[in-house]
């Protein structure tokens, strides 16, 4: 308690000093921020999945063999809507596209039908020249194309459409990264480049656009929702305590806070990504409940005192809110245990923000408030409010106690019911607004073009030659069979659909000849002749590694799961020396929904654990802190029934929900019980106890309620749907909290007696009492405060009287400080019988229910421990080892007074 004091001393005392020294860190901060070098903030986005990987994803690995042999395997795919693609104009319409495409810097590779092959023989040549070449040269050849196409199964449905309407243009990027494609406005210019005189409607997706698409919504979410958050969080300051200049302190106070946490995050070298750009709005949002709370404590206090009152205040509040900033970074912290990167991030980022915006909240913003000032208006319409509504939802929450108490029941068995519901998946273009362009193309481009969902099968064989000889052949052509018949696939193609319209044109267009050889010399021979940029894609030059090429027509992780289950398990069936891996974007973010659902269970009941923990430390008591979790477990059961009820899938930003709200809302249990347990050890009564805590909290935790509402509905402003959900689930379940810490948490606590460690840090009993009073010999300090708040402390001024002659009373007193007199009236006169100070026990005959023998009176200042057989029948029941040495005690004492009385005697 001495450091804790020292600590907040130095924002009250010191105000210049610590605003200071704040400043020089900040600059500090404010330089770690900096990329010097471009002269630009050194703040990036990162849109892939790399950081929403396991670390040893195999899916991950299999990706990165594959890129690097055969490029990056996603590709964009632009779609050309027209009239009639095979018409001669048409044909020039894609001619024109590619060329201009194929011109934008950036762009390696475009296969559309101004490029592909249409592999045409005769006795005398092979024409392995494009349709549009081949329209250009012979126009009437065109009218064979369509069926020409139809009867390819290296262009049928993925480079015109069923209905020869829209034709498609499958583009390779060459080293453009999703910051590059949007710095390059690449998305503008391919869509610029394709709309070419007869085309009515260009359309493209892919997963460079899509991540590009991603990183303009998450810079929307700095740039734009962040502002606005902490203008409506400001404004709700102002509204709750009508002061600018507390308001402005708030301000400095939480920007401060903000800009410390971001310069952790550019030293770690992490960028923003799906899940850590939420942090710094859950800061703000979460440092602005924190500061609620302190300036509450610091305006009902008055600061027209002075500066003593001021750390009254600050000292008041500071126990309870490291205590609540320790809850909610536990939260944040059993997040760490995910094995995803992103969520680790995450974790460490949010705990470092909330522990730093704790401790500016104690000691910057004191300091930056002036040093005297009036207080608000104590007459304010919330404030009566709360006055006027605590009494009356006190006595209803005693009177309907069990009523309340099996309504939560009831609720939180309902939620339990949905959340049996739950399902993890995510919805990667759904995650776009349904009127967003993106979106639109690629759900015209997945109905139209066979699917839009692009997936590979990665083939390695480890040995040179080895995907020539017929029997791997056979193996990887019954493979491509296997997933063209599975439902979520539009269309597979691999090198064995090349060999065999390569072996088909080499015998004069033969259909006979559409087979794979009969030997591994013959396929070996083909596929060498075949040689061309497209077949490099599918096949290496050594015909050692492959890669099967799938456009799935599904998009949502579930279904997409389900494909990869099925498939694995049919990829484990090829024999040696095959070896095949499924791998692609959507692949790799299918894994990561199931690694959070897996983990998600793990991190809460850590979460749970150590909060439980903290809790027993605070109340002293296993039992008092797992009734204290009781109301927020509910809340967290209603957090999953939402999600079940709503559909709601467990994705990346909705798996982060549970324990943020356990750990927030727990804070305002503390609150509420802390204040309660105080109210009605002194008052003697639980519904003054529970009155007495609803007018301290009502109104904070009302005001801390709407300031995380609102900082968790900005997010409902994001472009990505994601967020949106985390946003509304979060707000929605956070309001929860707010109803049932006002209802179910005092109908829960008004039977719990708990003594909190503030109380016994706070409790001054003077100088080792355990080895200065009798009664507590043997006891150590702990558990002589635990006795001692059992009990109530009094304070007598000089020639107050503590026992009257003659009283009928079973409470004994314990004289903690000061000196008392025993006497009693005699022939008209005052008869002096004994003096007592420090450690006495007074009163105990009343304890055996004799009257009172004499007066005790005070002679000066003093204070005593009154207690009764009641308090020693709680103690027996709660801490049976103490209650058992104090009864050793006082027996001795007794023992020791008769002892001298019969000395005396004698």
């Not at 599918?538 to 015909?543: C, E, G, K, Q, R």
């Not at 003077?766 to 009664?775: D, E, K, S, V, Y």
Request: charged share 20%; with cysteine; aromatic share 6%.
């Amino acid at each position: 308690m001495r450091y804790l004091r020292a600590i907040l001393q130095q924002g009250v005392f010191h105000p210049r000093r610590t605003v200071i020294v704040a400043l020089l860190l900040s600059l500090l901060a404010a330089a770690m921020i900096v990329d010097w070098e471009h002269r630009s903030l050194d703040l990036h986005i990162d849109p892939t999945l790399d950081r929403l990987l396991p670390d040893d994803e195999p899916a991950q690995a299999a990706f990165e063999r594959l890129s690097l042999t055969f490029g990056a395997p996603d590709q964009l795919i632009v779609g050309l809507e027209m009239a009639q693609v095979f018409s001669p104009e048409g044909l020039r319409a894609v001619a024109l596209a590619t060329r201009q495409v194929r011109a934008i810097p950036g762009v390696r590779d475009v296969a559309s039908l101004a490029t592909v092959p249409n592999l045409l023989a005769d006795d005398e040549a092979l024409d392995v020249s494009s349709f549009t070449r081949q329209a250009e040269v012979d126009p009437g050849s065109i009218d064979l194309m369509a069926r020409q196409v139809a009867n390819n199964p290296l262009y049928a449905g993925s480079l015109v459409t069923d209905d020869g309407q829209m034709a498609a243009l499958i583009i390779t990027l060459q080293g453009v990264d999703a910051r590059q494609y949007l710095a390059a406005d690449l998305d503008a210019r391919l869509r610029d480049a394709a709309a070419v005189p007869g085309v009515t409607r260009v359309r493209l997706t892919g997963a460079s656009a899509i991540q590009a698409a991603t990183t303009d919504a998450l810079l929307g979410t700095l740039i734009l929702i962040l502002p606005l958050l902490v203008a409506l969080l400001l404004a709700l300051l102002w509204l709750a305590f009508r002061s600018l200049r507390a308001t402005v302190a708030a301000a400095l106070t939480l920007t401060v806070t903000l800009l410390w946490t971001t310069a952790l995050q550019v030293q770690l070298g992490w960028s923003f990504n799906m899940v850590t750009v939420i942090v710094p709005a859950l800061v703000i949002t979460l440092g602005l409940s924190y500061t609620v709370h302190v300036l509450s404590e610091m305006m009902v206090a008055g600061l027209d005192g002075g500066l003593p009152a001021r750390l009254k205040a600050l000292e008041r509040a500071s126990l309870p809110l490291a205590l609540c900033g320790a809850t909610t970074a536990t939260g944040f912290l059993a997040l760490s245990l995910s094995p995803l990167p992103a969520i680790r991030e995450f974790a460490l980022l949010s705990a470092f923000g909330v522990l730093v915006a704790i401790v500016l909240i104690l000691v910057l913003l004191p300091a930056l408030l002036p040093a005297r000032r009036d207080p608000p208006p104590r007459d304010s319409w919330d404030l009566r409010l709360a006055r006027r509504t605590a009494p009356r939802l006190s006595a209803w929450v005693i009177h309907h106690r069990g009523l309340i108490l099996g309504a939560g029941v009831g609720v939180t068995l309902v939620a339990a019911l949905g959340a049996l519901q739950i399902r993890s998946g995510a919805e990667y273009i759904r995650n776009f607004p349904a009127d967003n362009t993106l979106r639109q193309d690629f759900e015209v481009l997945n109905d139209r073009l066979g699917g839009a969902t692009l997936v590979s099968v990665f083939v390695e064989t480890f040995v040179n030659s080895a995907l020539t000889e017929p029997d791997l052949l056979r193996e990887i052509d019954a493979l491509q069979d296997w997933f063209r018949r599975q439902p979520e696939v539009g269309s597979a193609l691999s090198y064995v659909d090349y060999l065999k319209v390569l072996n088909q044109s080499l015998n004069e267009g033969d259909p006979a000849y559409f087979a794979l050889p009969n030997s591994g010399p013959a396929a070996k021979q083909i596929l060498v002749f075949g040689a061309s940029d497209a077949l490099k894609r599918v096949v290496d030059p050594s015909h050692r590694s492959a890669v099967i090429s799938l456009r799935l027509n599904v998009d949502d992780s579930a279904a997409i799961a389900a494909f990869v289950r099925r498939a694995e398990e049919r990829l484990s069936q090829l024999p040696r020396p095959l070896d095949a891996s499924l791998t692609g974007m959507p692949v790799l973010a299918t894994r990561t929904v199931e690694v959070l659902a897996s983990g998600q269970w793990q991190s809460l009941a850590v979460a749970v654990g150590v909060i439980w923990l903290l809790l027993a430390l605070l109340f002293n008591s296993a039992r008092a802190a797992a009734l204290a979790l009781l109301p927020n477990l509910a809340v967290i059961a209603i957090y999953f029934g939402l999600l079940g009820y709503t559909g709601i899938g467990l994705n990346p930003t909705t798996s982060l929900i549970a324990c943020i709200v356990l750990g927030v809302a727990v804070d305002d249990t503390i609150q509420f019980l802390a204040r309660f347990n105080g109210a009605a050890r002194r008052e003697g009564d639980e519904r003054a106890g529970v009155e007495f805590a609803l007018a301290h909290t009502l109104r904070p935790v009302t005001l801390t309620s709407i300031g995380l509402v609102i900082g968790f509905l900005a997010f409902t402003g994001s472009d990505l749907q994601s967020h949106v959900q985390f946003g509304l689930l979060a707000s929605a379940t956070l309001a929860m909290a707010w109803l049932i810490d006002l209802t179910v948490t005092p109908a829960l606590g008004s039977k719990l007696r708990i003594v909190t460690l503030w109380d016994l840090i706070r409790v001054d009993l003077g100088q080792n009492p355990q080895h200065t009073i009798p009664l507590f010999s043997g006891l150590s300090l702990r558990q002589v405060r635990l006795f001692a708040l059992t009990a109530r402390m009094e304070q007598l001024a000089p020639t107050a009287l503590l026992i009257r002659e003659g009283e009928i009373a079973r409470d004994m007193f314990v004289v903690v400080e000061g000196h008392f007199e025993a006497w009693v009236e005699r022939d008209g006169g005052r008869k002096r019988l004994a003096t007592m100070a420090r450690g006495a026990v007074i009163g105990e005959a009343g304890y055996f229910g004799q009257r009172r023998t004499a007066h005790v009176e005070a002679t000066r200042d003093a204070r005593v421990l009154r207690f009764n057989a009641a308090d020693l029948e709680r103690m027996r029941k709660r801490y049976p080892r103490i209650a058992a040495t104090l009864f050793r005690n006082l027996n001795r004492i007794q023992a020791e007074r008769i002892a001298r009385m019969t000395a005396l005697v004698r």
